[in-house]
């Protein structure tokens, strides 16, 4: 299968805990996207990149949420000191040069985090 | 941050019915899409318009954008049992780079066989 794969799929933490999300884009493609989802929401824009520059960031993306790619591949995204309010699915997407602009993403199956 | 209204929330719909969502915002876009979300899977994109006015067809899906450019419509004809799934509309508004969506509320679909 070569698209957009999110690691891990669950994560339960405790209030307070650091958690990590990793995401690989198809292979190729140069932009990649997280977006948060909470339960009976559209999914809300956070951050993209492309390639290994990080062009914007959401007001929703608080200090304690940071998110690289380092080597313009895969991305993290980790969350600090979490608080229940964190608690969503978090989406990567990516996005080919061919389609920059056209709206076009193609999404992982997200990771679910439950903070206690 | 903004979300975009959709409406109906939901829709229980017997097989064989056409079904009608829409859409509206208080923004102008550049282009409207609707992505189907499916339980425990990321959204795919099922149809995009570029142009006011723009109406664009995939299989059995019509979708419109409007001329105001604040506002599409999703037609889905004659429903089988795989429609079923969450539909939400995505507007962009073309900054100079990247595909940076707002996304709707969505419209739960369910049909009845």
């Known amino acids: 299968d070569t698209g957009v794969s999110q690691d891990p799929r669950h994560k339960i933490t405790k209030r307070g805990q650091n958690v990590t999300f990793r995401c690989d884009p198809i292979?190729?493609?140069?932009?990649l996207y997280w977006y948060r989802q909470t339960l009976g929401q559209g999914p809300e824009f956070l951050t993209y990149f492309q390639n290994e520059a990080q062009l914007e960031k959401s007001r929703l993306l608080s200090d304690r949420f940071s998110a690289e790619r380092p080597k313009g591949s895969f991305s993290t995204l980790e969350i600090q000191r979490t608080e229940q309010g964190d608690s969503a699915m978090y989406l990567c997407a990516s996005s080919p040069p061919t389609t920059a602009n056209t709206g076009e993403l193609f999404f992982g199956e997200g990771s679910r985090l439950t903070v206690l | 941050g903004q979300q975009l209204n959709q409406s109906p929330q939901s829709m229980f719909i017997q097989e064989g019915e056409d079904v009608s969502m829409n859409c509206t915002s208080s923004?102008?876009?550049?282009?409207w899409l609707w992505y189907k979300q499916d339980p425990g899977e990321g959204p795919v994109l099922l149809i995009a318009l570029y142009k006011a006015g723009e109406l664009t067809s995939n299989g059995r899906l019509t979708a419109q954008f409007g001329i105001t450019r604040k506002d599409s419509f999703l037609n889905i004809s004659a429903s089988i049992p795989s429609d079923v799934g969450i539909y939400f509309c995505?507007?962009?508004?073309?900054?100079?780079?990247?595909?940076?969506?707002?996304f709707g509320t969505g419209t739960q679909l369910k049909v009845e066989l």
């Open positions: 995505a507007g962009q508004i073309l900054t100079g780079g990247g595909n940076k969506l707002t």
């Open positions: 292979s190729e493609h140069n932009r």
């Open positions: 923004s102008i876009f550049n282009t």
